[in-house]
């Protein structure tokens, strides 16, 4: 079978038959196991005491604080096919979610749960994306297909002083073949204060290995006043030292708008600009997306990827900008990755 239905991508491969399994783990079913649903038994407290087993009992759980939650734990090979998840948005950045793939010891998406979504800035707003959608009010959805050969293993750290209750959650998978060709999903996430010595954010670095890059979600807090987008996203590939193989014209270029937004936001299937925020008392803060769907950008050996922060001085000349900017970059890659840096501690990451 052609590798492309084998993963059933596209709404070209829905007629076509085939012998996966669909299975899906959420706090009614916690293994995903045929037959495995509905099963809490309730007490005299639960919602759902008068109905009795079978009914609406166990619909979330509990984030204890400083405790790691395995959310799934799939033997393969499959691919993860849609992930569904809302909770309070004390939790967007003072949870890490991780995946990990075959049971590898490091995890190849490591991120605080509001990022990855596309919800940064620890706040909620919608987004209206091919991949990734947040829907009123604060309905998490990833439409990336994640395959793994032997093993998925996914968990949530509450590292929030308090317990999270009402966490949400459905990972909805297929168990099937996976081609040779497939590669796995990863996602990273940084942050950085940029300087008026050095206005550039790394988005990404130390890849090594084969693979694609299909996504930027920034989370760019601005810290001056006056247009703060007139800086070039980087690609360096493959062996660039100094200069990069691909080189944007604009921040507000790359994620797909034009002439500083005219002060709109927007979301569209592969790019967005769906926050811009600005209350008084607050300095502005901008949420942007771009998807590399069409447009993957193919790498053989190694990646880089950086963008600038850069405005206008009075005499209409760029102006370095000192900007806080987080980032999550989205590939797929052959494994095993290199390893990630060291994830900031919830203080370095809070920002509401």
């Given at each position: 079978m052609n590798d492309i239905y084998r993963l059933n991508l596209g709404l070209g491969s829905l007629p076509l038959l085939s012998d996966a399994e669909t299975r899906s783990i959420s706090a009614e079913n916690p293994t995903g196991a045929r037959g495995g649903g509905a099963q809490a038994v309730p007490d005299a407290h639960n919602a759902g005491s008068m109905l009795g087993q079978g009914w609406k009992i166990r619909p979330c759980i509990t984030l204890e604080p400083a405790t790691t939650t395995t959310l799934a734990d799939i033997a393969g090979p499959?691919?993860?096919?849609?992930?569904?998840?809302?909770?309070?948005?004390?939790?967007?950045?003072?949870?890490?979610?991780?995946?990990?793939?075959?049971?590898?010891?490091?995890?190849?998406?490591?991120?605080?749960?509001?990022?990855?979504?596309?919800?940064?800035?620890?706040?909620?707003?919608?987004?209206?994306?091919?991949?990734?959608?947040?829907?009123?009010?604060?309905?998490?959805?990833?439409?990336?297909?994640?395959?793994?050969?032997?093993?998925?293993?996914?968990?949530?750290?509450?590292?929030?002083?308090?317990?999270?209750?009402?966490?949400?959650?459905?990972?909805?998978?297929?168990?099937?073949?996976?081609?040779?060709?497939?590669?796995?999903?990863?996602?990273?996430?940084r942050r950085s204060l940029t300087t008026r010595e050095y206005p550039e954010h790394v988005i990404l670095d130390g890849v090594?290995?084969?693979?694609?890059?299909?996504?930027?979600?920034?989370?760019?807090?601005?810290?001056?006043?006056?247009?703060?987008?007139?800086?070039?996203?980087?690609?360096?590939?493959?062996?660039?030292?100094?200069?990069?193989?691909?080189?944007?014209?604009?921040?507000?270029?790359?994620?797909?708008?034009?002439?500083?937004?005219?002060?709109?936001?927007?979301?569209?299937?592969?790019?967005?600009?769906?926050l811009y925020r600005k209350e008084p008392g607050e300095v502005p803060r901008h949420g942007l997306y771009r998807w590399h769907i069409f447009d993957p950008i193919r790498f053989k050996r190694d990646l880089k990827v950086t963008i600038q922060a850069l405005g206008w001085w009075p005499n209409g000349k760029y102006e370095p900008l000192t900007d806080d900017i987080a980032s999550v970059a989205y590939w797929y890659q052959a494994e095993p990755h290199a390893p990630y840096p060291p994830f900031p501690p919830v203080h370095e990451r809070w920002s509401r």
């Open positions: 499959g691919i993860l096919q849609h992930i569904w998840i809302t909770v309070d948005p004390c939790a967007y950045r003072d949870t890490i979610l991780r995946f990990f793939w075959d049971d590898e010891a490091t995890p190849s998406i490591e991120v605080p749960l509001g990022d990855f979504f596309c919800n940064g800035h620890a706040l909620r707003y919608n987004v209206n994306s091919l991949p990734m959608a947040v829907n009123p009010s604060g309905g998490f959805n990833s439409y990336w297909p994640m395959p793994f050969r032997n093993h998925a293993r996914i968990t949530i750290e509450n590292q929030h002083p308090k317990a999270i209750h009402g966490f949400f959650y459905q990972i909805t998978y297929a168990l099937t073949e996976v081609p040779d060709t497939a590669a796995y999903f990863h996602a990273q996430w090594r290995g084969q693979g694609h890059y299909v996504g930027t979600f920034l989370a760019w807090t601005q810290l001056s006043n006056g247009w703060w987008g007139e800086g070039e996203i980087k690609f360096y590939m493959d062996g660039d030292s100094e200069f990069p193989t691909i080189c944007g014209t604009g921040t507000e270029d790359y994620f797909g708008g034009a002439w500083c937004f005219n002060g709109e936001t927007y979301a569209a299937p592969f790019q967005g600009y769906p």
